[in-house]
């Protein structure tokens, strides 16, 4: 009798993605627990160690206009968005949404130095909903995906104008209208205005910089997109004599620059801001504008003739 057998091979076993929703529960709970003790010691230069991109800047401003001492984050617990990217992802990322004072936070991370860093914090004024798969994964969007209204890399360029510009021309049309677009821009025109005034112009500019996006898939077919602007203030005397009218430092920037400044003409006062956003874009065939759902940031650093 002949005995006939065939070996099968054992399947390769699918590599996993650079990140796993377990993984990214342990970094987050381990970030958080360490969050907690930087800040309450007054550890700067260990928070520092805790972040990455625009939350670098970000954090040393909270330690710089607290003298050093922030008051520390209560954090819940954490609803993970984990994206299900490529093995050997070079720029790997996850982002969960996490109860950080009592409020709905979007925190993002990323990798880089051999440890994963908070690069992106929001406070959400709409929950998104993110599309989660059986698996527990999420699914990212290439920045330059078509399938929503606004590829994602053009998010930030377009909030940028309509901040500046208002909802005139394309941007009015794409992203809607609030507190965080035309409000800012209706704002920025009164100050404009009331400098203009007092002999000094005013100017204020948004840009995009090379700080990452992020985007995942959102269960309308749209995406939540994430990026970060920087914002430069600036009031420069009209005028060729050396001192003009003292101007009132705004509130969020007094820590860095002191109550009010004498500018010269050589050196105005100067207000630099990081601001982070979470956008809740529509699918391609929507009517509808993307709408701001995120946000949070503030002054960086403020110079003057007294800074």
């Known amino acids: ?70 008051a520390a984050y209560r954090w819940g617990e954490p609803t993970l968005l984990v994206p299900r990217l490529a093995p050997g992802d070079k720029n790997p990322w996850f982002s969960a949404i996490v109860p950080r004072d009592g409020k709905p936070t979007l925190v993002t991370f990323a990798r880089g130095g051999g440890r994963w860093r908070l690069t992106s914090m929001t406070v959400l004024r709409k929950v998104p909903q993110v599309e989660i798969g059986a698996d527990g994964y999420a699914t990212p969007l290439a920045s330059d995906d078509v399938s929503v209204r606004i590829s994602p890399k053009y998010v930030g360029p377009l909030h940028a104008t309509i901040a500046e510009a208002g909802s005139e021309g394309v941007a009015g049309k794409l992203i809607a209208p609030g507190p965080f677009t035309t409000e800012i821009a209706e704002s920025d025109a009164r100050d404009r205005a009331m400098w203009r005034d007092r002999a000094y112009d005013n100017d204020s500019t948004f840009s995009t910089g090379d700080l990452p996006v992020y985007a995942l898939r959102t269960k309308d077919g749209g995406a939540l997109v994430q990026y970060s602007l920087t914002r430069t203030t600036t009031v420069t005397p009209k005028t060729t004599g050396e001192e003009g009218v003292p101007i009132p430092v705004p509130e969020r920037a007094r820590w860095a620059v002191g109550d009010v400044v004498k500018p010269t003409r050589l050196k105005p006062l100067s207000v630099s801001e990081v601001h982070q956003f979470a956008t809740a874009v529509p699918p391609a065939d929507a009517e509808h504008p993307a709408d701001v759902v995120a946000h949070d940031g503030g002054v960086i650093k403020a110079s003057g003739p007294t800074g």
């Open 1 to 70: 009798m002949t005995v006939s057998s065939s070996a099968t091979a054992s399947p390769t076993p699918t590599a996993a993605p650079p990140i796993t929703p377990a993984q990214a529960l342990a970094e987050f709970t381990e970030f958080a627990r360490a969050n907690v003790w930087v800040r309450e010691a007054g550890l700067m230069r260990d928070a520092l160690e805790q972040v990455t991109g625009g939350q670098s800047s970000l954090t040393a401003a909270a330690f710089d206009s607290a003298g050093g001492r922030p």
